[in-house]
């Protein structure tokens, strides 16, 4: 027994001095067990630096140099392209213009009518002149067209500049314009009933101001507030109101309409296509009475 025993503790310092002279071999399972941590580690510095652009497009945002520049890269690209949208003007002036945009030229039929006295859906009443037409229903756009100059051309090289003062209902195509009778002669013969034409947005260079009306109506607590005689197309009307300008809603039949009576009798300002905003104060809730103005838009 005491022989055994002897040799099991032999046997153990001497296992004990190999581990000692080969200490490699404990540390084998380190760099095997790790990579796992190291892919951690990666896994979890990418998602660290997205949170840090992410937070750092918030403008109280602080952190350390790294993250600062990783966030100034991100918010560059945006504000490179947000830079050219906020110089450019044609989208809104596209935006106020609807369908019939400046300097478009719109292909369609011409069709003609008897246009009585003149007035139509726009509602103006009788018109100076019959050189006018009635706008198809998608581009009368409820009511955005009336009042608007177009110059029509017929493919023999005539030409006639007319004023939308009416709406072409369907059938009436997209394009297609119904000239009175008269406009429509100086394009060709009457008895021909239906021609192709190219037609285009215009401002007159002449033009006296324009002139406001309430329908109809109109009190202090209810008004319809229409603009006469302007240039160009008229795109926004506003009241003035205790809490500022109110814009109001268009209708079908070419007024601006205050339901609940606010602004009506106050300032007004009208805003054309081309984005030129009129203010004109000292007009008078007096209903169905045109009352000129001093002012008109500036031609284009």
Request: proline content about 8%.
């Amino acid at each position: 027994m005491l022989g055994t025993t002897l040799a099991l503790t032999a046997a153990g310092v001497l296992a004990y001095l190999v581990m000692g002279a080969f200490p490699g071999r404990g540390t084998d399972a380190g760099p095997v067990a790790a990579t796992p941590a190291t892919t951690s580690q990666v896994g979890a510095a990418t998602s660290t630096e997205s949170r840090a652009a992410t937070t750092s497009a918030s403008p109280s945002t602080t952190g350390t140099p790294k993250p600062t520049a990783t966030a100034t890269t991100p918010s560059a690209r945006p504000s490179a392209k947000a830079t050219p949208r906020s110089r450019r003007t044609a989208p809104t002036t596209a935006s106020l213009a609807g369908r019939i945009r400046p300097r478009i030229t719109y292909k369609g039929v011409a069709t003609a009518y008897e246009a009585g006295d003149g007035d139509g859906a726009c509602l103006f009443g009788p018109s100076d002149t019959l050189m006018i037409a009635a706008m198809n229903t998608t581009d009368y756009e409820t009511s955005r067209a009336c009042g608007a100059y177009v110059l029509v051309r017929a493919a023999n090289g005539a030409s006639v500049t007319v004023r939308i003062t009416n709406e072409c209902p369907l059938p009436c195509a997209p394009g297609q314009l119904d000239l009175s009778q008269q406009a429509f002669a100086k394009l060709a013969d009457l008895k021909v009933g239906r021609i192709p034409i190219t037609w285009q947005l215009l401002s007159p260079s002449t033009s006296g101001p324009m002139s406001i009306r309430y329908k109809t109506g109109s009190s202090p607590y209810w008004c319809g507030i229409q603009v006469i005689g302007h240039r160009n197309p008229v795109a926004r009307l506003e009241v003035r109101t205790p809490g500022g300008w109110r814009p109001l809603p268009r209708t079908d039949y070419n007024y601006f309409i205050s339901a609940d009576g606010s602004g009506c009798g106050g300032s007004i300002r009208v805003t054309d296509i081309y984005g030129e905003r009129l203010t004109v104060s000292g007009i008078a809730l007096r209903p169905n009475v045109v009352q000129p103005t001093s002012v008109q838009f500036a031609r284009h």
